[in-house]
DNA sequence: CGGTGTGTTGAA
DNA sequence: TCAACACACCGG
């Protein structure tokens, strides 16, 4: 673990507390910190000191961050604009946090050379490791991690996992573990994104089961050329998700429904991960020879509701430079979903 | 009811 | 593409 990460405990209002690893190695302020004058509550502090102070208080306070908007309780928004349209980072008790958040999209969005609030490095490696944690995670997940003020939680836990598997704490440089696709590493590598889906009702209800849609199911998973264990009574698949845990699921096809379905371990899987009606589950692949399936799963966010979530076939690969894996196909550009 | 984040507009 | 501003609407 890193030595230069310092928690900060946010304000009670939710229950939340959020660490933050400010990394003095790796950013520094772009601008130096100014005195943050605040009114405490924005409105009507219409004072009569020698009439001077008029109504003109109730204007809010811009912030000296690019994608930081000022909210009317003294907190901070996020956003960042994508193909004409603004997409909704979160609010942020602090200045500071928010433009961290931004940084941060702006990164996820449009890659590491991305201008952000800060100066920052990009040859350490942790910076490697976090554009790696970037860029494995869709735009979606992203914000939803943002959003739920979880971002360095994930990161953090991604990091541990990801020493971890490179042996006994020493740190293994990126290229060197990306190197070594057959090694402890190997279970970080990229993926793909297969394909996502709405968790229906029936898909967190008493069924214990999860429809796979049809096309996906049979691309993506074809009963009969599985590598794993398969009987008459499907197969048995094992997904790791974001945090390094292991998901075992039985693997079927449903004659009576015409659907193919994980069943066994599902539910288990639907517990834990707290699944909700309108969630998004997505299946990626590695990349690397192991072809490792992942499965995450992102709450749904509040506002998307009646805008449903696309579920895209996005792929992300290494569009990094830093990430020159042996010669694949040359991992194309950043594309990802809209 | 407080606050979020969306609708909207105008500037860069 | 971006911030400023007002306020619908949402969850608690």
Redesign the pocket.
């Known amino acids: 673990m890193d030595g230069n990460s310092i928690c900060i405990d946010e304000l009670s209002?939710t229950s939340d507390s959020i660490s933050i690893p400010l990394s003095s190695k790796s950013l520094q302020l772009a601008a130096p910190p100014q005195s943050l004058c605040r009114l405490g509550s924005d409105t009507s502090v219409i004072l009569d000191c020698e009439g001077s102070i008029k109504a003109e208080s109730?204007?809010?306070p811009?912030?000296k961050?690019?994608?930081?908007?000022?909210?009317?309780?003294g907190?901070w928004?996020v956003?960042?604009?994508?193909?004409?349209?603004?997409?909704?980072i979160?609010?942020f008790n602090e200045e500071d946090e928010a433009a961290m958040a931004y940084a941060v999209a702006v990164k996820g969005f449009r890659g590491q050379d991305a201008v952000t609030n800060f100066k920052q490095r990009s040859d350490t490696e942790d910076s490697d490791v976090e554009a790696f944690f970037l860029n494995f995670h869709s735009k979606d997940e992203i914000v939803d991690m943002l959003?739920k003020h979880a971002y360095y939680e994930e990161l953090e836990r991604y990091k541990r996992r990801y020493f971890h598997a490179n042996g006994d704490g020493k740190r293994v440089s990126m290229m060197e573990a990306l190197g070594d696709l057959s090694g402890p590493g190997r279970a970080v590598m990229a993926c793909h994104l297969l394909f996502q889906k709405e968790v229906t009702p029936s898909d967190v209800g008493k069924l214990n089961r999860f429809v796979i849609p049809k096309q996906h199911a049979e691309k993506h998973f074809p009963l009969r050329n599985l590598t794993s264990p398969t009987t008459s009574k499907g197969a048995l698949l094992n997904f790791i998700d974001s945090g390094g845990e292991v998901w075992r699921f039985r693997y079927s096809y449903w004659n009576s429904s015409h659907s193919y379905v994980l069943t066994r371990g599902w539910t288990r899987f639907v517990k834990e991960k707290s699944l909700r009606t309108g969630d998004i589950v997505s299946f990626r692949r590695s990349v690397g020879l192991e072809k490792q399936l992942h499965i995450n799963c992102m709450r749904r966010?509040?506002?998307?509701?009646g805008r449903t979530v696309h579920p895209v076939q996005m792929v992300r690969l290494f569009g990094v430079d830093i990430f020159t894996v042996s010669a694949t196909t040359g991992g194309g550009g950043d594309s990802d979903d809209g």
């Not at 956003?79 to 909704?88: G, M, N, P, S, T």
């Open positions: 209002s109730r204007k809010l811009s912030s961050y690019k994608g930081v908007v000022p909210q009317p309780n907190r928004g956003q960042i604009y994508e193909k004409h349209q603004r997409v909704w979160g609010t959003r966010s509040r506002l998307s509701r």
